[in-house]
């Protein structure tokens, strides 16, 4: 019987190169990460603007040949954009959010009134059991709200919707503690590693409503998994509490401080809870463009990838789930060896170790 454990500290790759559907997750591609240095990769199960309704039969093949040729972890990833809707005027990360599914849905489908959530039940199901049978330590959950931003306000919820905002607030929780449910029945030792959690970070626009509307669906995963004593594991990723680029360590060490302090409240209330730590990394900084080019990611003090070990050692000392993201921003696509060659070997001299599956 395989046995679902993970060699800690664990170094996990997140990247929108990676195909946005398990099932176009190729030999090739598998290739690539067997020969990288990361002991996991999240792929996608279905693409978070995708409306289709999969099944596990749909995935059989993909599953047999990830089992058959990958020497390292496949984490499904899913995505809570599949329940937020799109209208006119609502500020979306892509034009995809326009499709009729997402505008039938008012604002969030959080009692299913769209059939949106019932969809999104369903992949978190599927994920769980591809997972499962994959030999994963779990699943990628990625909270953000791609087809509209705006509905992290939990007053741009309860006001299209009709109802208080303390309503609103206690089906996102009731959500979240029927996600636990269905992690208990079909995977209960599942890795649940969320991108971002949003537990450490408050928001001025609504102080009777400190969180975002995503983060209240994680606090009921938390409190369901207290209840029912689960077996499961959260991880909060620090997507937003610690950021992507640094200017140096101590700039590194000064946010980890202070997400310590403040997640403190939670990490010691809820046993399920675990921290990780995430780092967007380049070869060198005049291949960098878009947003790592400017702002306080322009002004990184890193200059080439082997700057970055002691960015790595401090990741590895204070987390057990540290992730990189290969932003395309970056000049770093882990698929393509003229690009992954250099940085995947630097990142290998800083792993604490490599594990074999």
């Known amino acids: 019987m395989k046995l679902y454990s993970l060699i800690l500290p664990y170094l996990l790759l997140?990247?929108?190169?990676?195909?946005?559907?398990?099932?176009?997750?190729?030999?090739?591609?598998?290739?690539?990460?067997?020969?990288?240095?990361?002991?996991?990769?999240?792929?996608?199960?279905?693409?978070?603007?995708?409306?289709?309704?999969?099944?596990?039969?749909?995935?059989?093949?993909?599953?047999?040949?990830?089992?058959?040729?990958?020497?390292?972890?496949?984490?499904?990833?899913?995505?809570?954009?599949r329940f937020i809707g799109h209208k006119e005027g609502d500020k979306a990360h892509s034009p995809l959010a326009r499709a009729p599914y997402f505008q039938k849905i008012n604002a969030m489908d959080i009692f299913n009134q769209a059939g949106a959530l019932g969809d999104f039940y369903e992949i978190w199901r599927l994920a769980l059991r591809a997972a499962r049978d994959l030999g994963s330590p779990g699943i990628i959950v990625d909270p953000e709200a791609y087809n509209n931003y705006n509905i992290y306000n939990v007053k741009n919820v309860s006001k299209p919707l009709g109802i208080t905002d303390a309503e609103v607030r206690r089906q996102l929780k009731a959500i979240g503690a029927q996600l636990v449910d269905i992690?208990?029945?079909?995977?209960?030792?599942a890795v649940l590693w969320c991108l971002t959690t949003g537990l450490s970070t408050t928001y001025k626009w609504n102080p009777d409503n400190p969180h975002r509307t995503v983060t209240y669906?994680?606090?009921?995963?938390?409190?369901?998994?207290?209840?029912?004593?689960?077996?499961?594991?959260?991880v909060s990723g620090g997507e937003i509490s610690l950021g992507y680029c640094y200017t140096n360590v101590a700039d590194l060490q000064a946010k980890i401080a202070t997400r310590q302090r403040l997640l403190a409240p939670y990490t010691e209330s809820f046993p399920h809870l675990q921290l990780g730590g995430p780092l967007t990394v380049w070869e060198s900084a005049d291949k960098k463009t878009g947003w790592l080019a400017s702002g306080r990611c322009g002004q990184s003090e890193l200059r080439h990838i082997a700057d970055f070990q002691p960015l790595f050692k401090l990741l590895f000392a204070s987390y057990n789930y540290v992730w990189v993201y290969a932003a395309g921003t970056s000049g770093y696509n882990p698929y393509e060896d003229n690009s992954a060659r250099n940085v995947n070997a630097q990142v290998q001299q800083f792993l604490p170790h490599r594990p074999e599956k």
């Open 183 to 189: 992690v208990d029945q079909e995977f209960p030792q």
């Open 217 to 234: 669906i994680i606090m009921g995963m938390l409190e369901r998994a207290k209840e029912k004593r689960s077996r499961l594991t959260i």
């Open 14 to 81: 997140v990247t929108f190169y990676t195909p946005n559907h398990l099932n176009r997750f190729t030999a090739e591609k598998i290739a690539a990460i067997n020969n990288s240095p990361y002991y996991g990769v999240a792929v996608p199960l279905i693409g978070a603007y995708d409306t289709e309704k999969p099944t596990l039969a749909q995935f059989s093949e993909a599953i047999r040949r990830i089992k058959r040729e990958s020497t390292k972890d496949i984490w499904p990833w899913i995505f809570f954009n």
